[in-house]
């Protein structure tokens, strides 16, 4: 009698268990897709890699280019601004980096970075502040942030003013000479 | 009396449901109901058939019609046409696309970007057909249907018939004849039997018209109809397989939480007198 | 019976809890009302869809607030946001279809549920007040559904939206300024749109807030039961957790399988196709048709072709309309037969079958086309659902003579075949 009454508890137990289980799995399964609809959409996710054709910008230039609904700086460096970058040395600077870990070997003329200032986010001015090359076409490379005056050399690194960090260089890749794939 | 009761309420259900009566008219011929691949519940879409009604859409539809809700990157899509994405990437680029941001205001299309419509504007789409609008495509197949004939409307309901759509567009595309003497066409407007009188579309299809890689497919209007249909379905419902999938899961792992409910339930009661 | 708030006071052991629930005893509350609750043992499972209809209103709420977060409330963009969901967006056409299948869920288990009351008589004394609290529900759940309906900006969302603003014009006098004033201009557009989404959203927490009152009401003089005698002592109930709770439960995951069923293999089946049209104001539909949940109240609408007296047929449409919903509200008074439950008269019993299938005739002929003998019977369906409400279950009340009742529920029990 008394073993009868304990496999019966048993039974129940497991019973319910199994009912708790089963439907803790199913509201949980129907939680997540509630969650995971205000990640970013199929139409947010298929821009989130662009191409961009290099190939009209030329020596001296840049554009700016908008990716994931940022604003992208894409400069065509000269000579200049790429051995004013190359001969700064190291611990003169607040974020060190190397001109060459922010560019793609070859394409060293290339400088690639979002356009938002480490501090607070504005967009930086180009071929402004103290650490533009000055040649006879006037200022060349470097930027300036007007909101709360970051100075960047023609790296895109912090070189004086508020900002903490070098300008970001988002993930990139060249597919050909003249065509890169950002993101 | 729990007899009466019961069947009472099965014919309370029934109505609850109550279809509404003879939604697209169409006072012509009986319609034909085509077997597709993604009717029922298992079924699925056919991607060779998709991806023919989509050369069909293509080279005749698309010449008339947007398709302004398709991007090309949804030809790449599981459960759909399969294209690979390079497919899509090198289909994308044939197509020049309207982008003020670009250097000429225009540039080559790229996986992101929907099909480009055929007409600027819906005044050119109708100066070009006659004053008539060619529809969007997008939805098309979900906002045409055919009634089933008798109680068929109760059945579909258990079957889950969503075909209609299709069903529609292949009976409008085959049934286009020579008009009865009694029936008098305007001027402009072409004799479909399924339609039911005049049409302002000139038939689209005929046998040959669109040349298919697979040779062991018919070239006929008939097949061409039914791919494009197919299509069209795709188009306005491209998640089809994976809600169904996901609809088998939920099913199951509910038909097991209500049984497991109803031996809980049971246990717990088993000691009221109720 | 009558639950007290002085009965078995909760007291946690937690100390914790203790103080929390000395300050502010929502542990007492929530032990008294959804714990302790003593409810008949004898519910059916008729008694289950007032649980199902909480989830109902839960399910809409939650999917809702999403399909918010990406829908475009513009003429323009209104139709393409709707299907950008559907395409797009991360589980967008499962959360979609489930808040437009859920609509037809909702009132599937709200009509179950107000005919259940009204076969067992739940709007009798002491329950008149729960009862038209019901009712204030069903009536913001019909605007509510209305105007979600609008939101997508199809074909049929504009034309129901012109043909029920429309009803307002039927107003004497100031019927064309309210007309205006419901619109926002001198036909449904922008504005229109704008509004019913604002009040779409807003609507579902005001029923919220009328549920709980009619649960408080529901909570004074407890569950009626089949027997429709009221609880005599704790023999004649179980505590509401874990009996009720547990079975309600069992009933809504059995309900869950057709909503399933309808989320995942036929989401478009209960809509219309013209709903996949943008909305056209230059073109209508050549029949349009609500949604299956409005059909009875359409064909009641539309039943009224001819001028009554001064009154002409519009206004007269919309006055047998409004009036079919507003006379539940007098229906404590209409039936004045002491005995609650169907089961124990005879001739209510009848009659209330035939309301059902006079109220499903009046759902058929909604969809029907209005021409020939449709119209004539809807004529007659019409004037049945007045009849039965007006005459029948007065006369009936008076003149029948029930079946004896049990003295208590235990009796009834015990009096079952096993």
Redesign the interface.
């Known amino acids: 009698m008394a073993t009868a009454a304990k496999s019966d508890a048993t039974r129940?137990d497991f019973?319910?268990i199994?009912?708790g289980a089963?439907?803790a799995?199913?509201a949980a399964?129907a939680v997540w897709?509630?969650i995971?609809?205000?990640?970013p959409?199929?139409?947010?996710l298929?821009?989130a890699s662009?191409?961009f054709d290099l190939s009209?910008i030329e020596v001296g230039q840049m554009v700016t280019i908008?990716w994931r609904g940022l604003p992208v700086f894409v400069r065509n460096r000269t000579e200049a601004e790429v051995e004013s970058a190359k001969t700064v040395p190291l611990d003169e600077l607040r974020d060190p980096e190397t001109d060459e870990a922010r560019t793609k070997s070859g394409h060293e003329n290339w400088l690639i970075m979002l356009a938002s200032c480490t501090h607070l986010g504005c967009i930086p001015t180009a071929n402004a502040g103290d650490y533009t090359v000055v040649s006879s076409n006037g200022n060349q490379g470097g930027w300036f942030c007007p909101c709360h005056g970051s100075h960047y050399d023609t790296a895109g690194r912090i070189r004086k003013g508020p900002a903490p960090k070098n300008l970001v260089v988002p993930p990139y890749a060249f597919l050909s000479d003249t065509t890169v794939q950002i993101g | 009396m729990i007899k009466a009761k019961t069947i009472l309420m099965a014919i309370a259900l029934a109505g609850l449901f109550s279809a509404p009566a003879n939604a697209s008219g169409t006072a012509g011929v009986e319609p034909k109901f085509s077997d597709w691949t993604f009717g029922g519940l298992f079924g699925t879409y056919d991607e060779h058939q998709l991806q023919r009604g989509f050369q069909v859409f293509r080279e005749v539809c698309a010449a008339c019609h947007s398709a302004n809700l398709i991007?090309f990157?949804n030809l790449s899509e599981e459960g759909g046409l399969n294209y690979s994405e390079s497919q899509v990437k090198a289909l994308a680029a044939e197509y020049t696309i309207a982008d003020p941001?670009s250097?000429d205001g225009e540039r080559s299309g790229?996986?992101?970007d929907r099909w480009p419509a055929p007409f600027a504007t819906e005044q050119d789409a109708r100066d070009a057909n006659n004053g008539a609008l060619p529809p969007d495509f997008s939805v098309l197949a979900k906002a045409r249907t055919v009634q089933r004939p008798g109680l068929g409307w109760i059945m579909n309901y258990f079957i889950a018939y969503q075909e209609g759509g299709p069903d529609y567009v292949y009976n409008l595309m085959t049934n286009y004849a020579e008009a009865p003497h009694d029936v008098e066409i305007p001027a402009g407007q072409y004799y479909n039997a399924f339609f039911g009188g005049g049409i302002a579309m000139a038939p689209p299809l005929a046998d040959g018209l669109v040349t298919y890689d697979d040779a062991s497919v018919p070239m006929t209007t008939e097949q061409y109809a039914k791919d494009v249909s197919a299509f069209m379905m795709w188009m306005a419902e491209p998640h089809l397989i994976a809600r169904k999938e996901l609809g088998f899961k939920v099913l199951i792992?509910?038909s097991?939480?209500a049984v497991?409910?109803y031996?809980?339930k049971r246990?717990l009661w088993s000691n009221v007198k109720h | 019976m009558a639950l007290t708030h002085n009965s078995e006071k909760y007291d946690p052991k937690n100390p914790a809890l203790k103080w929390f629930n000395d300050r502010l005893p929502l542990l007492s509350f929530g032990k008294e009302h959804f714990v302790d609750f003593p409810t008949p043992k004898n519910l059916n499972y008729w008694w289950t869809f007032g649980m199902i209809l909480a989830l109902c209103l839960g399910v809409q709420i939650?999917t809702g607030i999403?399909l918010a977060?990406?829908f475009t409330p513009h003429v323009d963009l209104a139709f393409n946001s709707v299907e950008?969901i559907r395409?797009?967006?991360?589980?967008?056409r499962?959360?979609q279809g489930t808040h437009a299948v859920g609509a037809s869920m909702f009132f599937f288990a709200v009509y179950v549920h107000i005919f259940r009351g009204l076969f067992y008589g739940s709007y009798k004394a002491p329950r008149e007040v729960l009862w038209m609290l019901g009712v204030i529900i069903f009536l913001l759940m019909m605007a509510t559904a209305f105007m979600g309906y609008v939101l997508p900006w199809g074909q049929m969302s504009f034309w129901a939206a012109t043909v029920i603003t429309n009803i307002f014009a039927a107003i004497p006098l100031v019927g064309e300024p309210i007309l205006q004033w419901l619109r926002g201009g001198f036909a449904v557009d922008n504005a229109t749109l704008n509004r019913f989404f604002s009040l779409h959203y807003l609507l579902p927490f005001v029923i919220a807030a009328v549920v709980m009152l009619h649960i408080w009401a529901l909570h004074i003089p407890g569950n009626g039961n089949p027997t429709g005698v009221e609880p005599k002592d704790s023999h004649d109930t179980v505590p509401f957790t874990p009996y009720a709770t547990i079975k309600d439960?069992f009933a809504v995951s059995v309900f869950l399988i057709p909503f399933a069923w309808f989320v995942f293999f036929a989401p478009d089946i209960l809509g219309h196709p013209d709903n996949y049209i943008m909305a056209n104001s230059q073109v209508t539909p050549p029949h349009i048709v609500p949604e299956w949940y409005f059909l009875p109240f359409y064909a009641i609408l539309r039943a009224i072709d001819f001028n009554i007296l001064f009154i002409d047929s519009k206004l007269g449409g919309v006055i047998f309309f409004a009036g079919s919903i507003l006379i539940l509200f007098f229906l404590p008074w209409l039936d004045v037969s002491k005995v609650r439950s169907g089961s124990f008269r005879p001739m209510f019993r009848i009659f209330f079958w035939v309301f059902v299938l006079d109220f499903l005739l009046l759902m058929y002929l909604g969809a029907q086309p209005a021409e020939g003998i449709y119209v004539t019977l809807a004529k007659v369906a019409t004037a049945y659902y007045f009849l039965h409400f007006l005459v029948i279950l007065p006369v009936v009340s008076r003149i029948e003579t029930p079946k004896p009742l049990p003295t208590s529920i235990s009796e009834a029990v015990l009096a079952k075949p096993a």
């Open positions: 129940r019973l319910y199994a009912t089963v439907g799995v199913a399964s897709p509630l995971d609809q205000m990640n959409d199929a139409s947010t298929a821009l662009i191409e009209p908008k | 991007s990157r941001a250097l790229i996986p992101a792992i509910l097991a939480f497991l409910m031996l809980t246990k | 939650v999403i977060m990406h950008h395409r797009d967006v991360n589980w967008g499962i959360i439960l």
